[in-house]
């Protein structure tokens, strides 16, 4: 974001995130090996950016991706746990990244972000949960690649998230009236943003970055 990307040793850095992909294509989220999906797209991301995707075992982290699918479209953690909105936009960007979005569902998981929209407005990150600021970034990044950020209501959503903000601090929170905090208020942002807002940034639903940087990274 502030265009310093040669500051850092970009292939000690590789090198780093690469060694923390398993044999099979899993990826560890430090030395102590816990494996999921986030880790997956963060390595996929981080590799990205640094323009050395070409060392990563992408068939071997999509076969993971795909063991994390289930019967609703969604995706879990790892293979058998509950499909959740987080999972399904760390692995959908993930595999935006891989160039391997063929292997989605897309009506089908698209069905299931839509249905996370609550009369409030909000969106929740699974069912029977209570709507929450932060999903308006996992939902509608997802959406949003998937090119079905028309299934949810846009203007219901909008109002959700501006009434999560707290007029006294500037924050946003997960919903009205909570506490805010800088979670809460980047994905409150990003989600303004994706849904059109106006005067904010355009922002990139597959790196939750400004599109000017993204398009930086892409001719690099
Ligand atoms: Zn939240």
Not at 22 to 31: N, Q, R
Not at 36 to 47: E, G, K, N, S, W
Not at 157 to 168: G, H, M, N, P, V
């Amino acid at each position: 974001m502030e265009d310093a990307l040669d500051e850092i040793d970009a292939d000690k850095t590789a090198q780093y995130v690469l060694s923390l992909q398993k044999a099979g294509g899993e990826v560890m989220g430090d030395e102590y090996g816990e494996i999921d999906t986030r880790f997956i797209y963060i390595a996929a991301q981080c590799l990205s950016i640094l323009g050395k995707l070409d060392k990563f075992n992408t068939d071997g982290a999509v076969d993971f991706i795909r063991r994390c699918q289930n019967f609703d479209g969604g995706f879990g953690l790892v293979p058998g746990a509950e499909s959740h909105a987080g999972q399904i936009f760390t692995a959908i960007a993930a595999l935006d990244i891989l160039g391997r979005l063929d292997i989605v569902n897309v009506d089908l998981v698209s069905w299931w972000l839509c249905e996370r929209q609550l009369p409030s407005g909000g969106l929740n990150g699974r069912p029977e949960k209570l709507p929450d600021v932060c999903y308006s970034w996992w939902v509608l990044s997802a959406l949003s690649i998937l090119n079905r950020l028309d299934w949810i209501d846009g203007s219901k959503l909008r109002q959700f998230i501006l009434e999560a903000q707290d007029l006294e601090t500037g924050g946003i929170a997960d919903r009205k009236g909570d506490m805010p905090d800088v979670f809460h208020t980047i994905f409150g942002i990003a989600g303004l943003s994706l849904l059109g807002y106006e005067n904010l940034k355009k922002i990139n639903p597959t790196y939750c970055l400004t599109q000017r940087v993204v398009d930086k990274i892409r001719k690099n």
